[in-house]
């Protein structure tokens, strides 16, 4: 891994060089070992917060892990490209616009003791604009090679919190084109829906049920790129302890080994059908 500037990094996909790289901020790592068809992202594997907010951050180091989704990029990081956020969606969500990115509550708690000074909302919201270009040149590139792209949005949640039954898994698709692409949708819910887990841990997957597929990631791409499909795909924390802070490793490892091999398929089935 090399660190390299948000415009090197961006040069180097414009040149379509292969090359695995840390942003010279710290605030994003992106690997592209070839240059395919699909992408898979894990903007809220991000744990770093940085310390000139300790002091004013009235939520614990805990309440920031419970709201991430940690663990996400291990569950991805044998494909080829793949593209993750560093930082706490407490110093600024990737999966929500600038104006919203820096919160001033988090799950109904106020989170600065004081209210945070333009200078810090600024350096935060640069590293998210960032980010975003960063995607778009990726994206871009994904397009101009293949025709179309196909984005697989890992994220986790809290299952434990709800007072009901919830997936295993879950798409979020209420922001993609369900016509054109609803084939593509219910093919990635099945292979989920066979994905096995250690410890007989019960297994489901269904559309919109916990979560619908609202973020900015997915909003962004979908509005900017005619021919990318964003599969905003949610699994419960079934891969950690949410109250000890604990991860399963083998949990996590069994989840990598299949997706290995689910993407990649999901990602030529997806190719054959928008190539029609």
Known sequence: MEKLSINAIIKKIENEELFHAVSDDYSLTLKIDSYVHYVCSAIHDGH????????????????????????????????????????????????????????????????????????????????????????????????????????????????????????????????????????EVESWRNRLSHIKFPYQIAQTAKINDTFQGNGYFLKYITQNFKNTLVLATEIAKIYADEYKQIIYPEVVEAVANQLEINIPEQATEFLKHVSK
């Not at 969500?93 to 509550?105: C, G, K, M, S």
């Not at 000074?117 to 640069?126: H, I």
């Not at 975003?132 to 434990?160: P, T």
Request: hydrophobic share 30%; glycine share 4%.
């Open 48 to 183: 770093q917060f940085r310390s000139e907010l300790w002091d004013n951050c009235l939520h614990t180091e805990y309440d920031r892990w419970y709201e991430e989704d940690p663990a996400t990029k291990a569950m991805i990081q044998s494909q080829p490209i793949v593209i993750s956020g560093c930082d706490s969606r407490f110093e600024y969500d990737l999966n929500r616009p600038p104006e919203e990115a820096v919160f001033e509550t988090a799950w109904g708690k106020q989170l600065w003791k004081q209210p945070l000074p333009d200078a810090m909302k600024t350096k935060s919201l640069e590293k998210h604009a960032s980010f975003y270009k960063v995607v778009s040149a990726l994206i871009q590139k994904i397009e101009e090679k293949h025709g179309c792209c196909i984005v697989f949005d890992m994220h986790s949640y809290n299952w434990q919190r709800w007072d009901r039954e919830v997936p295993t898994w879950n798409l979020g698709t209420s922001n993609i084109d369900n016509k054109r692409f609803g084939n």
